[in-house]
């Protein structure tokens, strides 16, 4: 069989792939600029206009940021703990929590299950920002301020999980649903063993949006306890000391934005792979 060719001349392909890169160079831009800031020295963070370069390197600013952890009267691997733990344990409940829900709503059929349809869709539109003080209400309510599950149960409850499980499942086909259950498979294990396999693409697009969520909440407003913060919130107290602390930010900055890019870096290929069959393998 002949190999079938694009109908583009190689000036277009040129054009399409120069303009490709423009586009992901632009996109690069901020984690470039992050990584640059991180090794500027004090001086040559006022320049005007900002520059995407550094002159002169330094590794003073995570020095320094070395040295005020220390000087912390609780251990700064404590704070890392508590953002491993939280991190950790929010993503795989939600991972958890959104799949099974998703596999009911897309492949079963019960009274108001339109109705939990569209509040879902709904609640897509509010931002964490609108739902922040009933967020807090319930949460004090249910006593669990100043409590690792403040950070960790609202992770568990964000929609955007059950949506976008619930759209790659219902292309699953029911076929393989019977199939199963004719095999004498349960519900638990149609679910895990058959169709959440079926949807990797959006179980790990789902996995980095919830460690990327619950990573760079730093927690204000509910935890109080010093051994119980995070680091997003141990660092910002960390750099909050003026402009003097500005090296010391951009280095707290990088350190933060490290764990959410590795974690991309390491499913890319997984993603790309099984995204080209829309979720489901043959």
């Given at each position: 069989?002949?190999?079938?060719?694009l109908?583009?001349s190689?000036?277009?392909?040129?054009?399409?792939?120069?303009f490709?890169?423009?586009?992901?160079?632009?996109?690069?831009?901020?984690?470039?600029?992050?990584?640059v800031?991180?090794f500027k020295?004090?001086e040559?963070?006022?320049?005007f206009?900002?520059?995407?370069?550094?002159?002169?390197?330094?590794t003073?600013?995570?020095?320094?940021?070395?040295?005020?952890?220390?000087?912390?009267?609780?251990?700064?691997?404590?704070?890392?703990?508590?953002?491993?733990?939280?991190?950790?344990?929010?993503?795989?409940?939600?991972?958890?929590?959104?799949?099974?829900?998703?596999?009911?709503?897309?492949?079963h059929d019960?009274?108001?299950?339109r109705?939990?349809?569209?509040?879902?869709?709904v609640?897509?539109?509010f931002?964490?920002r609108?739902i922040?003080?009933?967020?807090?209400?319930?949460?004090?309510t249910?006593?669990?301020?100043?409590?690792?599950?403040?950070?960790?149960?609202?992770?568990?409850?964000?929609?955007?999980?059950?949506?976008?499980?619930?759209?790659f499942?219902?292309?699953?086909?029911?076929?393989?649903i019977?199939?199963?259950?004719?095999?004498?498979?349960?519900?638990?294990?149609?679910?895990?063993g058959?169709?959440?396999?079926?949807?990797?693409?959006?179980t790990?697009?789902l996995?980095?949006?919830?460690f990327?969520?619950?990573?760079?909440?730093?927690?204000?407003?509910?935890?109080?306890?010093e051994?119980?913060?995070?680091?997003?919130?141990v660092?910002?107290q960390i750099?909050?000391?003026?402009?003097?602390?500005?090296?010391v930010?951009a280095?707290?900055?990088?350190?933060?934005?490290?764990?959410?890019?590795?974690?991309f870096?390491?499913?890319?290929?997984r993603?790309?792979e099984?995204?080209?069959?829309s979720?489901?393998k043959?």
């Amino acid at each position: 069989m002949r190999k079938r060719r694009l109908n583009r001349s190689r000036g277009a392909n040129a054009a399409l792939f120069l303009f490709l890169g423009l586009v992901g160079a632009f996109m690069a831009l901020p984690m470039v600029f992050a990584v640059v800031n991180a090794f500027k020295p004090l001086e040559e963070f006022f320049v005007f206009p900002p520059r995407f370069y550094v002159v002169n390197p330094t590794t003073a600013n995570f020095s320094d940021l070395a040295k005020l952890a220390a000087n912390l009267w609780v251990p700064f691997s404590r704070y890392v703990f508590n953002s491993a733990f939280v991190s950790l344990v929010a993503t795989g409940g939600h991972i958890l929590l959104a799949s099974t829900a998703a596999y009911v709503l897309s492949k079963h059929d019960f009274p108001g299950r339109r109705l939990l349809d569209a509040i879902i869709i709904v609640s897509l539109l509010f931002t964490s920002r609108v739902i922040a003080i009933p967020q807090y209400i319930i949460l004090s309510t249910l006593g669990w301020i100043n409590t690792y599950l403040a950070l960790i149960a609202p992770v568990f409850a964000m929609s955007i999980g059950i949506f976008l499980m619930r759209q790659f499942m219902t292309m699953v086909p029911d076929e393989v649903i019977e199939s199963a259950r004719i095999d004498g498979a349960g519900e638990l294990r149609t679910c895990w063993g058959i169709v959440v396999p079926m949807v990797k693409p959006a179980t790990i697009t789902l996995a980095i949006f919830a460690f990327q969520a619950i990573w760079n909440n730093p927690g204000s407003g509910l935890i109080y306890s010093e051994p119980l913060k995070v680091m997003p919130m141990v660092l910002s107290q960390i750099s909050a000391g003026g402009l003097v602390r500005a090296g010391v930010g951009a280095a707290s900055a990088l350190i933060m934005l490290v764990p959410p890019v590795a974690l991309f870096v390491f499913f890319q290929s997984r993603i790309l792979e099984t995204m080209s069959t829309s979720g489901i393998k043959g």
